[in-house]
């Protein structure tokens, strides 16, 4: 019999299942919604929504470059254990490869595109390792970057993928510019410069430094000119050229890279997980709960 479009889509919603393997559930059901539903779990096709009210706070960040462009990512996994399956790794590879390839601008335009030249889709192909790996995963972010002809970027990728870096220089070297990356997994600043930061939060930082020293006891007379030096720590807390490098304590990062010819331009850090809710685990409990089955 024939089998529509609305049913196939009824059922992607229903399983999480991809098109054409919906497409085959209902064909061998001859249409029939529940037993199409029972085809796909019986293959473990339909794992995928079940999962999907699970919390994936754990997963790698991974970085691809070619050429003059590369992509950061970051794809999420229930639990760390995943994150190190090579099947895991390898998947987050290839969804990196096909963002960097097709260029979406938004997570959710990257996983409704075609995936692989196939009339599945990026997350029809997500959805078929979550029916094999056993986890939720989930893309959660990416950036794409294209360099000009005198820009390089320098990748670093820290603990297996805990953290991963994307700095750009324009001018100096691509050595230098994964030298940067190195810093900034390891001190975590928020901005390149000053001038990045907005006067909303300069202006709030001035003030609690204000209160500060006046709580301190410190004369009226002596305060403005101890909040701008204080102001001065805060920026070399935040702000990437104004810190000492890693590599080199003598040295603010902005100078370094003055000195191979070049200045940062911009970066990207993905720390997994960060900002997320963690899933909490109770092993005992969870063993019980299989046991129960």
């Known amino acids: 019999m024939a089998i529509s479009a609305k049913q196939v889509k009824e059922l992607r919603e229903k399983t999480g299942a991809g098109m054409m ?3 085959k559930a209902l064909s061998a059901t001859e249409g029939d919604m529940d037993k199409a539903i029972d085809f796909l779990r019986e293959k473990g096709i339909a794992k995928a929504a079940k999962k999907a009210d699970r919390v994936a706070a754990e997963g790698l960040a991974h970085i691809v470059q070619e050429d003059n462009r590369a992509v950061i990512v970051e794809i999420n ?3 760390d254990f995943v994150s190190k399956n ?3 790794i390898t998947m987050v590879d290839t969804v990196a490869k096909h963002v960097l390839a097709n260029n979406p601008a938004t997570v ?3 996983l409704a595109q075609n995936f692989a030249g196939e009339q599945e889709t990026l997350q029809d192909y997500i959805n078929s390792q979550i029916a094999t790996i056993g986890e939720k ?5 990416f950036e794409i970057v294209e360099l000009a002809d005198n820009e390089n970027a320098g990748a670093y990728i820290h603990m297996g993928g805990r953290i991963g870096v994307l700095a750009v220089l324009e001018g100096a070297d691509q050595e230098t510019a994964k030298d940067i990356a190195m810093h900034v997994a390891a001190i975590n600043p928020k901005y390149v410069s000053r001038d990045a930061v907005s006067k909303e939060e300069t202006d709030r930082e001035r003030e609690v430094l204000k209160q500060q020293a006046m709580n301190e006891g410190k004369p009226e007379s002596i305060v403005e000119k101890m909040v701008e030096g204080r102001l001065g720590k805060f920026f070399e807390d935040i702000c990437l050229n104004e810190q000492a490098f890693v590599k080199d304590g003598d040295q603010k990062v902005g100078k370094f890279v003055e000195s191979k010819g070049g200045n940062v331009k911009t970066f990207y850090r993905y720390e997994v997980g960060e900002g997320m809710e963690k899933r909490e685990d109770n092993f005992a409990e969870e063993v019980m709960s299989q046991v129960k089955k």
């Open 21 to 23: 393997d919906c497409k």
């Open 86 to 88: 090579e099947g895991f």
């Open 108 to 110: 959710e335009e990257a």
């Open 137 to 141: 995963i989930s893309l959660r972010r």
């Open 77 to 79: 996994s229930e639990t």
